[in-house]
């Protein structure tokens, strides 16, 4: 079945440690994004990517950087992770003129991270 | 700059009572508009889709509607039962490209008591 997969679902790590947050679909989409939601706070597109080496940044500045090698991958690095970095990140996929279940955007189940 | 705000922030009615959820959003020239349902500390699952041209999408007991003119959207929950209890959310987007990726309101935090 098409999806969308984040791991890990759960991150606690020191001050200064350089994270991946991994995120792939199976969806065929060529759009992907990166999400941040703060604890009962909306969600805010911080990267965005039209497809293999198109990495954007979106509404909300973030110190972490993505990268786009293939069509299915979007992982999110942070280099030097900091307690401001904790919060939770949501990776999805769109094809706005898709048909049937792949149409709209998908959404993964999010990585909540903490940095300690 | 979009602005999508949702009333009321919180909800709670028991079980059974039929609901309106509302969205409004600042800029009308949308894409489309698409409601999510978001389960504490999980990801966010896709309830409908209304493209700009459309009116209304109904889905069980849910339905959507739209007024792109107005810059209104509703979700009407029939028959509330205490499993919807969750946060749903509005989004809007402003292009098929999907370039800008989506506008969330803040949410409404739904209880339905048993």
């Known amino acids: 079945e098409a999806d969308i997969y984040q791991t890990p679902r759960y991150l606690v790590i020191g001050t200064g440690k350089k994270i991946t947050l991994e995120c792939s679909q199976t969806?065929?989409?060529?759009?992907m994004y990166w999400y941040q939601q703060d604890p009962g706070m909306e969600l805010h597109l911080i990267h965005y990517?039209?497809?293999?080496?198109s990495t954007e940044k979106g509404d909300l500045s973030s110190e972490s950087t993505v990268s786009r090698i293939r069509t299915e991958h979007f992982p999110l690095t942070l280099e030097s992770a900091r307690p401001s970095h904790t919060s939770q990140y949501l990776c999805?996929?769109?094809?706005?003129w898709g048909q049937g279940a792949n149409y709209g955007y998908t959404f993964g189940s999010g990585t909540r991270l903490t940095v300690v | 700059k979009q602005e999508v705000t949702q009333i009321p922030a919180a909800l709670s009615v028991p079980e059974g009572e039929n609901l309106v959820l509302n969205c409004s959003f600042t800029d009308s020239a949308i894409y489309n508009l698409q409601w999510f349902r978001q389960d504490p500390g999980k990801g966010l699952t896709s309830l409908l889709l209304i493209q700009s041209s459309q009116r209304e999408q109904t889905s069980g007991r849910l339905n959507a509607s739209l007024d792109k003119s107005s810059g209104r959207s509703t979700l009407y929950i029939a028959a509330s039962q205490p499993g919807d209890s969750a946060t749903y959310l509005c989004a809007v987007s402003y292009s098929g490209g999907g370039a800008d990726g989506l506008t969330f309101g803040k949410g409404t935090h739904l209880i339905i008591q048993p």
């Open positions: 969806m065929g989409h060529d759009k």
């Open positions: 999805a996929s769109s094809d706005p």
């Open positions: 990517s039209y497809g293999v080496n």
